[in-house]
């Protein structure tokens, strides 16, 4: 026998799969457009979070523009942003820079430099942050024994020694007597040079008279006195001024000024415009830190001190390394040692500078004027200031991204 079945339920199976058809439809549907929906917001996403990273290195690139293109972006942008919230198309981004050092830009022109660059493009954010440290070029100056910006001379019957490096001058170089070592010049030299003789050598860029200036801001200052039995070092001095880099200065007011038996651990400002500094008997002057000059004068020096025959003595009557300001490490309370009797370092005079007595400079020396050299007198070269230059000597600097610390920051 053979069964039927009945119509109606027929047309109630054919309505029901009719029906989850048209909802499997309607399912499909609904998620097609749902993952359109999640598509095109990734791809927004996507597209914000690439815009906001160029944002972020175009701003780094800025921060960079910035030091480039202004000398004196150390005192033009403080430690914050810089730039903030800047437009650039849909987006915008800002730039921050800070000393991770001590937060003060101004203080030193070799401080390093933290920037930080935000990108922003809808609600994507991009944060990049770089360390730049400074790379000096030293000044050719810092390259020789001597240098002078008009001239040199070593008159008649006289000696002067240049070891290491050598006698240089803008102008020109005349030897009546003899100069032990190499001589450059810009236009002639004439007279005995036991080494090799350069005429018509490249002019060389002198350090800028400002730099006189930058080491006062750095100091303390001294009354106007001449100095005899005097230590000075980073912290204290005998004369009752203090200064923790071990910088002072003093001012003249247009008048000579003298220097004898006196002990420098630092640097020294003089300020004598058209008169004169001279150093006599016995001192022992060198810088405390590398990058700093021992010695710079606004006006003339003489070197009159006999390096070769005497010390710098104690002699019972001062002692020139308290506890205070020791020497090699040491320091005691007797008063019975001695020193060499020498400048150790950078001198830097915008006069005239005169050697005389055999006095001895181990490092370089560089004036504005005439170097008149007497006596047997020398200068032995040391190459440090040119391969780390003095504050105030380089040629230029500039800051240059260090090597691994390019880095993501998350956003606060």
């Known amino acids: 026998m053979i069964r039927r079945t009945p119509l109606s339920s027929r047309r109630g199976s054919t309505y029901a799969i009719v029906l989850m058809v048209s909802t499997m439809v309607t399912l499909i549907g609904l998620t097609a457009l749902t993952l359109a929906r999640i598509s095109r917001r990734s791809v927004e996403l996507s597209s914000s979070a690439a815009e906001s990273r160029q944002l972020a290195e175009a701003g780094v690139a800025y921060g960079r523009g910035l030091i480039a293109g202004d000398a004196g972006w150390r005192t033009a942008h403080a430690n914050g942003d810089w730039v903030s919230d800047l437009k650039l198309g849909d987006g915008a981004m800002t730039v921050s820079g800070v000393d991770p050092d001590d937060a003060d830009l101004d203080d030193w022109n070799r401080d390093p430099l933290t920037l930080t660059a935000r990108g922003q493009a809808g609600n994507a954010a991009h ?17 020789t024994a001597l240098h002078a910006g008009t001239s040199v001379s070593v008159p008649l019957l006289q000696r002067f020694a240049a070891t290491g490096g050598p006698v240089s001058s803008n102008g020109t170089i005349l030897s009546l007597g003899k100069i032990y070592g190499d001589a450059e010049a810009t236009l ?31 100091g303390s200052a001294l009354s106007y006195a001449s100095l005899d039995k005097v230590v000075m070092a980073p912290g204290q001095s005998s004369l009752g001024v203090n200064n923790a880099l071990g910088v002072y200065y003093m001012d003249t007011g247009n008048r000579d000024v003298s220097i004898r038996r ?21 001192v022992f002057f060198q810088s405390n830190d590398p990058l700093m000059a021992t010695l710079l ?17 104690e002699g019972g009557v001062r002692n020139f390394n308290p506890a ?11 008063s019975s040692d001695y020193y060499p009797n020498e400048i150790q370092g950078l001198i830097y005079v915008t006069g005239n ?11 370089t020396v560089i004036c504005g004027g005439t170097a008149t050299c007497n006596g047997f007198s020398e200068v032995i070269y040391n190459p440090s200031a040119y391969t780390n230059p003095p504050l105030g000597f380089e040629a230029s600097i ?5 090597s691994g610390t390019w880095r993501r920051v998350l956003p606060p």
């Open 398 to 402: 500039s800051m240059m991204p260090k």
């Open 262 to 282: 006196t002990r420098l651990n630092g640097s020294l400002i003089v300020r004598c415009v058209g008169k004169t500094l001279t150093i006599d008997t016995g």
């Open 353 to 363: 500078v005169t050697f005389s007595n055999g006095a001895r400079v181990r490092g």
């Open 297 to 313: 004068v606004d006006g003339n020096l003489v070197l009159d001190y006999p390096s070769n025959s005497t010390p710098l003595m």
């Open 127 to 143: 944060l990049l942050q770089v360390r730049l440290e400074s790379v000096t070029t030293p000044l050719d100056v810092l390259r």
């Open 188 to 218: 002639t030299i004439t007279g005995t040079v036991t080494g090799t003789s350069s005429s018509l050598s490249p002019l060389k860029v002198m350090p800028p008279t400002s730099v006189i200036d930058r080491y006062i801001s750095l």
């Open 324 to 334: 205070w300001a020791p020497y090699q490490g040491v320091g005691d309370t007797d």
